[in-house]
């Protein structure tokens, strides 16, 4: 089965230019390979609102001397401290002093010397 280029070649397939034509940009395929999303309201908001814990997290950071390296990308424990205050909600309230020096400091050492027996056993 052979085609007939001549037939092909004869039809007339451009279409005509109006005179907005020489306004209007000119389609390159190679400028934008990947299709683009509109954003949307949401994304917009929901951009600020991160910027804006963002902030916050900063903020304590830089009033209580935290080191950057304790909230670096690569601090999983952070990230995770992070996720279990967003999951609890908005009515989160922060652990005492007392909290922190006395019962949690204390399940934390036992959690530790329960990781370092099961890394010693292996």
């Not at 397939?13 to 949401?42: R, V, W, Y």
């Not at 309230?93 to 949690?104: A, D, H, K, N, V």
């Amino acid at each position: 089965m052979m085609l007939n280029l001549k037939n092909l070649r004869s039809k007339k397939m451009h279409c005509k230019l109006g005179p907005m034509d020489k306004f209007a940009s000119e389609i390159n395929p190679q400028i934008s390979p990947l299709p683009t999303k509109q954003p949307n309201i949401s994304d917009v908001l929901w951009k600020a609102r991160l910027h804006r814990v963002h902030q916050y997290v900063a903020r304590w950071t830089y009033i209580f001397g935290v080191p950057f390296h304790a909230t670096a990308t690569a601090n999983d424990e952070f990230k995770i401290m992070l996720e279990a205050a967003a999951q609890f909600g908005s009515g989160v309230t922060p652990p005492s002093q007392y909290l922190l020096r006395e019962p949690l400091l204390k399940e934390e050492v036992e959690r530790v010397k329960d990781l370092l027996k099961t890394l010693e056993e292996e």
